[in-house]
């Protein structure tokens, strides 16, 4: 299997090469030059398989390169029970008869994100090892949150690797920061950027695209790569748990082999998704696709009308993770669409990098119509969603997948479609403790109060364990405080590698 990038069809990569470099150098992101097919007999016998089994399954489809026991490995290394809590690794909970959530939030950071950057640096060293690589891996991340301190965790002490993440200053949870700013780790570093997800985004950016920098780096021994969802290494595994919960329901006699099923995903940077797209292009019964946005709407006018227009308002919610009005995996999603036309893709981009907006063709809007639904909701009517699920089922959400949940009701008031669904689960509510306990309570009931006041109030109303990895930040020291200005972010790299 060969790797395209979605803006030049000429470029032809191994999926090592792909995970290595993260980035095509034209600015394109590498897709898979065809999708492979898993027949139904397949997802019959991955019922009865481990998570273990179901990933080397998926992934060995993808990356093809890799010999099987590297990928065993990778595997095992990744999704341990120590790790996740639990031997499902990604399980699956029943709400009701038509509704399922599938939690990807058991890992080490309380969030989806883990669900491939534990992964991940097994890929990347593997890779750099199959393409003969000997440069030191630099790691530049932009986190809206959560995938900071789960590339943070993941990568940690991986020798041949070093990691800086930059963080927007105020649009991170206490919670979130406090993971961060207290990392351990030799080859690990943490800033904070004044501005939104958007500015540190486009500053990690802009420092991949500077050909004179990288040549910089490169006579310092140094190789730039991303763990941002842009990276096929970040997207691949994110398909495996799709065909797992879908197995799920099998096993447990939910569904029957076949059955068309609606996947409902809370979403940002269009990346956990498209990869559940992906695995219907392979083969997993879908019904609809549902894309749940928060007040950052973007998606849902562009699903509804074709016009990608990031002209607007940055909105701060309760579900900061999806603060985003670039959603960079789409670019994945337009190539797909367009039948992999990769002159349209560099065409819609270049007008969006120019003017912030583009409008695809009436024949890319009906195919991504017939498969799409999508909708948003506001903090308000994301607080409801927690405290109605609480009330009527004692489950109790985070603030990201209660979009979901409140987009998939809106949902099946309008379109009174019965079809069983699955939920992306991505978040832990003890990760978004303040906002849970308010929508559960009220503001006076939070008042006042520290985190770790909160979590124990959470564990208590919600009857769950606080996540050992939460509570322990209580007494862990912090190490990193430093703010920068968004343009001084290739000097804070140029200071942590110690190169001028
Ligand atoms: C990253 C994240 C999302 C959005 O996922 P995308 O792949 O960026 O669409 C949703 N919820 C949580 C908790 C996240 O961390």
Same mark, same amino acid.
């Given at each position: 299997?060969?790797?395209?990038?979605?803006?030049?069809?000429?470029?032809?990569?191994?999926?090592?090469?792909a995970?290595?470099?993260?980035?095509?150098?034209?600015?394109?992101?590498?897709?898979?030059?065809?999708?492979?097919?898993?027949?139904?007999?397949?997802?019959?016998? %991955?019922?009865?398989?481990?998570?273990?089994?179901?990933?080397?399954?998926?992934l060995?489809?993808?990356?093809?390169?890799?010999?099987?026991?590297?990928?065993?490995? &990778?595997i095992?290394?990744?999704?341990?029970?120590?790790?996740f809590?639990?031997?499902?690794?990604?399980?699956?909970?029943?709400?009701?008869?038509?509704?399922?959530?599938?939690?990807?939030?058991?890992?080490?950071?309380?969030?989806?994100?883990?669900?491939?950057?534990?992964?991940?640096?097994?890929?990347?060293?593997?890779?750099?090892?199959?393409?003969?690589?000997?440069?030191?891996?630099?790691?530049?991340?932009?986190?809206?949150?959560?995938?900071?301190?789960?590339?943070?965790?993941?990568?940690?002490?991986?020798?041949?690797?070093?990691?800086?993440?930059?963080?927007p200053?105020?649009?991170?949870?206490?919670?979130?920061?406090?993971?961060?700013?207290?990392?351990?780790?030799?080859?690990?570093?943490?800033?904070?950027?004044? *501005?939104?997800?958007?500015?540190?985004?486009? *500053?990690?950016?802009?420092?991949?695209?500077?050909?004179?920098?990288?040549?910089?780096?490169?006579?310092? *021994?140094?190789?730039?790569?991303?763990?941002?969802?842009?990276?096929?290494?970040?997207?691949?595994?994110?398909?495996?748990?799709?065909?797992?919960?879908?197995?799920?329901?099998?096993?447990?006699?939910?569904?029957?082999?076949?059955?068309?099923?609606?996947?409902?995903?809370?979403?940002?940077?269009?990346?956990?998704?498209l990869?559940?797209?992906?695995?219907?292009?392979?083969? %997993?019964?879908?019904?609809?696709?549902?894309?749940?946005?928060?007040?950052?709407?973007?998606?849902?006018?562009?699903?509804?009308?074709?016009?990608?227009?990031?002209?607007?308002?940055?909105?701060?919610?309760?579900?900061?993770?999806?603060?985003?009005?670039?959603?960079?995996? %789409?670019?994945?999603?337009?190539?797909?669409?367009?039948?992999?036309?990769?002159?349209?893709?560099?065409?819609?981009?270049?007008?969006?990098?120019?003017?912030?907006?583009?409008?695809?063709?009436?024949?890319?809007?009906a195919?991504?119509?017939?498969?799409?639904?999508?909708?948003? &909701?506001?903090?308000?009517?994301?607080?409801?969603?927690?405290?109605?699920?609480?009330?009527?089922?004692?489950?109790?959400?985070?603030?990201?997948?209660?979009?979901?949940? &409140?987009?998939?009701?809106?949902?099946?008031?309008?379109?009174?479609?019965?079809?069983?669904?699955?939920?992306?689960?991505?978040?832990?509510?003890?990760?978004?403790?303040q906002?849970?306990?308010?929508?559960?309570?009220?503001?006076?009931?939070?008042?006042?109060?520290?985190?770790?006041?909160?979590?124990?109030?959470?564990e208590?109303?919600?009857?769950?364990?606080?996540?050992?990895s939460?509570?322990?930040?209580?007494?862990?020291?912090?190490?990193?405080?430093?703010?920068?200005?968004?343009?001084?972010?290739?000097?804070?790299?140029?200071?942590?590698?110690?190169?001028?």
């Amino acid at each position: 299997m060969q790797y395209h990038s979605t803006r030049d069809n000429s470029i032809s990569v191994s999926s090592a090469y792909a995970i290595k470099q993260g980035l095509s150098v034209e600015g394109g992101l590498f897709v898979p030059e065809s999708f492979p097919t898993v027949t139904l007999e397949q997802i019959s016998w %991955l019922a009865d398989r481990s998570y273990h089994d179901r990933a080397q399954f998926v992934l060995g489809k993808f990356l093809t390169d890799f010999s099987e026991d590297d990928l065993k490995k &990778c595997i095992t290394g990744a999704y341990t029970k120590e790790k996740f809590g639990t031997d499902a690794i990604a399980p699956v909970y029943k709400l009701n008869n038509s509704v399922y959530f599938l939690e990807l939030w058991h890992g080490p950071t309380c969030a989806f994100k883990d669900m491939a950057l534990q992964i991940l640096p097994h890929f990347l060293t593997t890779s750099m090892r199959m393409t003969g690589e000997s440069e030191e891996i630099i790691i530049l991340v932009a986190t809206s949150g959560d995938t900071g301190k789960a590339a943070l965790e993941g990568f940690r002490d991986v020798n041949g690797t070093r990691i800086i993440v930059f963080y927007p200053d105020n649009g991170v949870s206490e919670i979130q920061k406090l993971q961060m700013i207290t990392q351990r780790g030799d080859n690990v570093s943490v800033a904070a950027v004044r *501005g939104n997800f958007d500015d540190a985004q486009n *500053g990690v950016k802009k420092i991949f695209t500077d050909g004179e920098y990288k040549t910089l780096l490169g006579r310092n *021994g140094f190789k730039l790569s991303s763990a941002n969802s842009i990276n096929w290494g970040r997207l691949v595994p994110q398909i495996v748990y799709y065909f797992s919960a879908y197995a799920d329901l099998i096993k447990s006699n939910e569904i029957t082999l076949g059955d068309k099923i609606n996947i409902v995903v809370p979403t940002g940077n269009f990346g956990n998704i498209l990869a559940a797209y992906y695995a219907k292009k392979m083969g %997993l019964p879908v019904n609809k696709f549902i894309c749940a946005s928060n007040e950052n709407n973007v998606l849902t006018d562009f699903i509804r009308t074709g016009v990608y227009d990031k002209n607007r308002s940055f909105h701060m919610t309760i579900s900061p993770s999806m603060d985003i009005l670039i959603s960079s995996n %789409l670019e994945r999603f337009l190539y797909d669409l367009s039948g992999q036309n990769d002159r349209i893709v560099a065409e819609l981009m270049a007008q969006l990098a120019e003017t912030g907006k583009y409008e695809v063709s009436d024949d890319i809007k009906a195919k991504m119509q017939e498969l799409f639904d999508a909708d948003c &909701c506001d903090d308000k009517e994301t607080m409801s969603a927690i405290k109605k699920t609480f009330n009527e089922s004692g489950y109790v959400m985070d603030t990201h997948t209660a979009v979901g949940k &409140c987009v998939y009701d809106k949902y099946t008031a309008r379109t009174a479609d019965k079809t069983k669904t699955v939920i992306a689960s991505t978040a832990s509510p003890f990760k978004f403790n303040q906002s849970v306990l308010i929508a559960l309570e009220d503001y006076n009931a939070v008042a006042g109060k520290d985190e770790f006041e909160l979590l124990g109030m959470l564990e208590q109303k919600s009857g769950m364990k606080v996540p050992a990895s939460l509570a322990e930040l209580k007494d862990r020291t912090i190490i990193y405080n430093t703010v920068v200005d968004k343009d001084q972010m290739k000097n804070t790299v140029s200071d942590f590698l110690k190169v001028e």
